[in-house]
């Protein structure tokens, strides 16, 4: 990948005088003005930061410290308590089960929509069959409809197959993905015509042309939509509390907020402190470790 | 090795009918060079050949059997593409293997034709690397190796050295001729180069809107142009074309006369074809070039201007350096009677 500097096109600069310099529209900071924009930058980070920073906070020390009013800044002593008992027992199930099922969901949510919609881009743009554009736009509509408007009706469809508090209930109805669908549909748009030609005249059948050809050259942007994809299963909250009525197949951002006490119970903060964090730790793992292919899959794809 | 018949192949896109009936035969071993404008048909009729686009009208016949309802990959043929089309994601190795792979070819005899290929190609370094990282010349090998290690009975070109650089084409142009003699694979090539197309061609079809103005060896092209359009398209600079007539056995062109005409024609206007290269400075002549612009080749020189009995503009050709002085200059040439070619003014057909 090559860094181009111009951020605008700049005014035209008489060429030649200016050699060393960079080149026009870039800004270049030197002394005072270097370690203002750092600082802040390192500001802005440390706004971003300071209530996850909290969280951590509150999840190493007692019950008592926190209700206390001047609210601790510094860890204290509870760690390995606090985090032992929110994985292993939790407030109503534990964390670890919880953790279990948004994997699950996240994973199989986006596994699913990445499998559907790589195949049904790829018969809208390789094939000509009768209403493939009305199959598109019909596709293309559905964008307009996300979980939250279908969901009673999805409801009775999922009862209705007994799908209640199970991973395929959980998963299944959210699979279905015109968004990707359609990113997919740009991206094939893209390869060049010569290519598919060039596999015929090899003799690949159109599915060998999908695996040995299309799925290899999509892989950067598999990858990216998968980061999305997955961070979107994790977080999804209505539909896990909808369908889910057995703490054992609760999700874990929905379990958080079930732990929240109703009445006059006492909230075990610290616990719910350290599920918070723990919740934070797969989508986290997941955009580092997938960081570098991530970003090249949104800048650039290999033609 | 194969031949190939073409009989009297049309395609239409919808209604629109863009390639109007074009019979061949092709022998085996023969390398024949489709050429002509762009958008006159050259690509569908390979297309056609390849099996990558339906035949309309027609039939199309491989080694003698109808291929027209067979896969391209059952017709046994290869084709390389003008921007190459390697995938971009294999190897060179991957990339020429790939066609034999999936006809399920083992995988040590795969290996060993690939590097018999990269042998004779000047790519046995480069097996390894990625088509992103290669030069536009190697690639160009590259998509030629991925047609010879399948070995099939017809090789198809679409302007495969049009994306290079004018001195490698004609390196390129050299390599895929002598290649294709060295093992003889019957050829169709399309260009819209006409150099191309005479230096390569055992034969060439010469096309003009979705037909076949001329079929034949380069020379015989050349020299015996079958139609005005034949005529100009090949042979460069192209032909001047004068209206002139038929008076008394004798061509003239305004009141000069250009020698007698062929026996059997009749009294009445022609279109005379001059190529530039056959204008000869003679004092003596009465035909009369006013130069407008000469442009110096070292090797020869173009005159461009118009002759005194003719209204179109006429380019000379002359050999050697020819300085003149400037624009406004008149040079007398002279061409050989039997060096100039008649069509009928209605139908651009030759008729001499
Ligand atoms: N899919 C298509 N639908 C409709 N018309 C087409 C289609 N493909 C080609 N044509 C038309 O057929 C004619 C011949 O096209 P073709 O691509 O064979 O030209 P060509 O001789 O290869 O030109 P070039 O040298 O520019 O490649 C053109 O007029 C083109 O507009
Ligand atoms: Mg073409």
């Given at each position: 990948m090559t860094a181009t500097h111009d951020i605008g096109p700049g005014p035209a600069q008489p060429s030649g005088r200016r050699a060393a310099e960079p080149p026009p529209g870039m800004v270049e900071r030197r002394g005072a003005s270097l370690w203002l924009t750092h600082a802040l930058l390192i500001l802005g980070v440390l706004v971003v930061f300071f209530p996850i920073w909290l969280a951590f906070v509150a999840s190493t020390v007692t019950q008592p410290e926190i209700a206390r009013p001047p609210m601790p800044l510094w860890p204290g002593d509870r760690f390995f308590e606090n985090y032992r008992e929110a994985l292993l027992s939790g407030v109503n199930v534990p964390v670890a089960t919880m953790l279990l099922n948004?994997?699950?969901?996240?994973?199989?949510?986006?596994?699913?929509?990445?499998?559907?919609?790589?195949?049904?881009?790829?018969?809208?743009?390789?094939?000509r069959f009768p209403g493939r554009t009305f199959f598109f736009w019909t596709i293309f509509l559905t964008l307009m409809l996300p979980v939250e408007v279908r969901i009673v009706p999805t409801y009775e469809v999922v009862a209705g197959f007994g799908m209640l508090n199970s991973y395929s209930g959980l998963i299944f109805p959210l699979i279905a993905s015109a968004t990707a669908t359609f990113l997919f549909r740009q991206f094939f748009l893209t390869i060049p015509d010569e290519l598919a030609e060039a596999a015929r005249v090899d003799g690949a059948k159109p599915m060998r042309f999908f695996w040995d050809i299309v799925l290899p050259m999509s892989r950067t942007n598999i990858a990216a939509l998968f980061v999305i994809l997955f961070i979107y299963?994790?977080?999804?909250?209505?539909?896990?509390?909808?369908?889910?009525?057995?703490?054992?197949?609760?999700?874990?951002?929905?379990?958080?907020?079930?732990?929240?006490?109703?009445?006059?119970?006492?909230?075990?903060?610290?616990?719910?402190?350290?599920?918070?964090?723990?919740?934070?730790?797969?989508?986290?793992?997941?955009?580092?470790?997938?960081?570098?292919?991530?970003?090249?899959?949104?800048?650039?794809?290999?033609? | 090795m194969a031949t190939v018949e073409l009989r009297n192949i049309k395609k239409r896109f919808g209604k629109t009918e863009v390639i109007h009936g074009v019979s061949t035969e092709i022998d085996d071993g023969e390398f024949i060079v489709i050429v002509g404008p762009s958008g006159c048909g050259k690509s569908t009729l390979l297309r056609m050949v390849a099996g990558l686009e339906s035949v309309s009208d027609g039939e199309i016949r491989i080694d003698g059997s109808r291929v027209n309802e067979r896969e391209p990959m059952e017709r046994d043929i290869a084709m390389v593409f003008q921007n190459y089309a390697l995938y971009p994601h294999m190897t060179v190795r991957q990339n020429m293997g790939y066609g034999l792979k999936i006809a399920g070819t083992p995988k040590r005899q795969i290996a060993a034709k690939v590097d018999e290929a990269?042998?004779?190609?000047?790519?046995?370094?480069?097996?390894d690397r990625r088509p992103k990282a290669l030069s536009g010349g190697q690639r160009q090998r590259v998509a030629m190796g991925r047609a010879i290690v399948r070995e099939p009975k017809v090789f198809l070109f679409d302007e495969p050295l049009s994306n290079l650089d004018a001195k490698l084409r004609v390196q390129m142009r050299l390599e895929i001729k002598e290649l294709q003699e060295r093992i003889g694979v019957t050829s169709l090539y399309v260009t819209h180069d006409q150099v191309e197309a005479m230096t390569m061609a055992d034969r060439m079809i010469v096309m003009n809107a979705g037909r076949a103005e001329q079929i034949g060896k380069p020379l015989d092209v050349y020299e015996r142009p079958a139609t005005l359009f034949a005529a100009q398209f090949i042979g460069s600079p192209?032909?001047?074309?004068?209206?002139?007539?038929?008076?008394?056995?004798?061509?003239?062109?305004?009141?000069?006369?250009?020698?007698?005409?062929?026996?059997?024609?009749?009294?009445?206007?022609?279109?005379?074809?001059?190529?530039?290269?056959?204008?000869?400075?003679?004092?003596?002549s009465p035909l009369r070039l006013r130069v407008r612009l000469s442009e110096p080749l070292g090797a020869n020189t173009l005159l461009h201007g118009q002759l005194d009995q003719a209204e179109a503009p006429f380019t000379a050709c002359l050999a050697g350096v020819h300085r003149t002085n400037g624009s406004g200059e008149i040079i007398p040439l002279r061409v050989a009677p039997e060096a100039i070619h008649l069509f009928s003014p209605e139908t651009g057909d030759r008729l001499n």
């Open positions: 948004s994997l699950v969901m996240a994973i199989g949510i986006a596994v699913g929509k990445i499998v559907i919609s790589l195949l049904s881009a790829f018969a809208i743009v390789y094939f299963g994790w977080n999804q909250y209505l539909w896990p509390l909808l369908i889910t009525t057995d703490p054992s197949m609760n999700t874990i951002v929905m379990g958080i907020k079930q732990m929240f006490p109703s009445g006059d119970d006492i909230a075990e903060w610290p616990v719910i402190m350290a599920t918070s964090i723990l919740a934070m730790i797969p989508p986290v793992i997941v955009v580092v470790s997938m960081q570098k292919l991530f970003i090249r899959g949104l800048v650039d794809s290999e033609k | 990269a042998a004779l190609l000047q790519l046995s370094d480069y097996l192209s032909m001047n074309v004068l209206d002139g007539r038929i008076e008394a056995g004798e061509m003239r062109l305004g009141s000069a006369a250009l020698g007698p005409a062929p026996a059997g024609l009749p009294d009445g206007p022609v279109k005379l074809g001059l190529r530039p290269e056959h204008a000869l400075p003679d004092p003596d």
